[in-house]
């Protein structure tokens, strides 16, 4: 190959570059291009991502926490007014909110918060803030200490408190009662033995008492009051009175 055809061959070669570069640059910047709408797709995409994941966490932020439930047994420490002081199983110590709360005795019937005593076991139904919490706020407290079902007591009065207004039961078993009385307590006597009140009642009479029972406690506060039996008082005849003594007459001795 002569000079000239070489000349020839590398001016082609030349052209024939020239003429593929406009094309190599164009693929390049199609891809380019294709690369771009993409990246912007995927940035669309992790933004809607980022804004569910924001919106999920101002939700968190902002809604309130459930209330968890409760279902537990206290023993009463204290009351004031509508809030009871109690401990758990435990000994820890919960404050209870009773405001609106349903309050039912052991067998179903309806309390109140004047039946509650110091001692009294309670189940209480209701919620707090968390577990960490010590105050609950009650939808229902059943005194289980409190019955009128089954309440009735029978026994022996040892004592007759001044004030009129109660007494002192001891029944078959030894266990002592004390027995509240209210304006409302109905007495009733026997046959022999009329009783109208309190004032009738005698120490060492026999007595059944029907009202509200207070197992923890011993106490029951008494809607009816009946004698049983009464002792009888054996009244002993008087003593004969002593014969009367005369001295021996004396003689002097002249």
Do not use: C
Not at 7 to 22: D, E, F, H, N, Q
Request: glycine letters at 6%; hydrophobic letters at 35%.
């Amino acid at each position: 190959m002569n000079n000239l055809t070489k000349k020839l061959a590398i001016g082609a070669m030349a052209l024939a570059t020239l003429a593929t570069t406009p094309v190599s640059f164009a693929k390049e910047a199609d891809s380019s291009a294709a690369h771009s709408d993409k990246a912007e797709k995927h940035m669309e995409r992790l933004e809607n991502k980022m804004d569910k994941v924001e919106n999920k966490m101002k939700d968190v932020i902002t809604k309130p926490t459930k209330p968890l439930k409760l279902e537990r047994n206290f023993k009463v420490e204290s009351v004031s007014g509508p809030m009871i002081t109690a401990t758990n199983k435990k000994g820890e110590t919960f404050t209870i909110d009773a405001t609106g709360a349903k309050l039912t005795r052991k067998f179903g019937g309806v309390s109140s918060m004047a039946e509650l005593a110091v001692n009294d076991e309670i189940k209480v139904r209701g919620t707090r803030e968390s577990k960490d919490v010590k105050t609950v706020k009650a939808t229902s407290i059943q005194n289980i200490s409190i019955q009128k079902r089954n309440a009735e007591i029978k026994g022996t009065i040892q004592s007759i408190a001044t004030d009129g207004m109660s007494f002192v039961l001891k029944n078959k078993a030894g266990v002592e009662y004390t027995v509240s009385l209210t304006a409302e307590t109905k007495f009733k006597g026997t046959k022999k033995n009329a009783v109208k009140a309190l004032a009738d009642i005698k120490v060492g009479d026999m007595v059944v008492v029907n009202g509200i029972k207070d197992k923890t406690n011993n106490t029951e506060k008494a809607d009816k009051v009946r004698l049983s039996s009464r002792e009888k008082v054996v009244v002993l005849p008087a003593p004969a009175p002593a014969p009367a003594t005369t001295a021996p007459a004396t003689t002097t001795q002249k």
